[in-house]
Nanobody
Framework: QVQLVESGGGLVQAGGSLRLSCAAS????????MAWYRQAPGKQRELVAT???????NYADSVKGRFTISRDNAKNTVYLQMNSLKPEDTAVYYC?????????????????WGQGTQVTVSS
């Protein structure tokens, strides 16, 4: 019903920047909160940043002041601007969206994940 496709990952040196994008598609009626998570090898998936439909944001302490989450509601897209990257930011980054979508003649809600994009920061 809803698909999330991420892009923008890659290899960057410490101190560099990357911008991740995640576009949602399908029979979307509206999207509530959107978020970015990450999972490093051998570690649990952790929340990086969230943004509400109204634009309110929250960040993990480890990325505050370096990462910025934003969204374009007209494009059903969420972004993550990552600056001053550190080797410890290396992980697979996943986007998440809480969506209301059309199913037949009804509206339903669901929580969807992207496939993940690798971010590697070299020292």
């Amino acid at each position: 019903q809803v698909q999330l496709v991420e892009s923008g990952g890659g290899l960057v040196q410490a101190g560099g920047s990357l911008r991740l994008s995640c576009a949602a598609s399908g029979k979307i009626f509206s999207i509530n909160a959107m978020a970015w998570y990450r999972q490093a090898p051998g570690k649990q998936r952790e929340l990086v940043a969230t943004i509400t439909s109204g634009g309110s944001t929250n960040y993990a302490d480890s990325v505050k002041g370096r990462f910025t989450i934003s969204r374009d509601n007209a494009k059903n897209t969420v972004y993550l601007q990552m600056n001053s990257l550190k080797p410890e930011d290396t992980a697979v980054y996943y986007c998440n969206a809480a969506c209301i979508y059309a199913s037949g003649s009804s509206l339903r809600s669901g929580d969807y994940w992207g496939q993940g994009t690798q971010v590697t920061v070299s020292s």
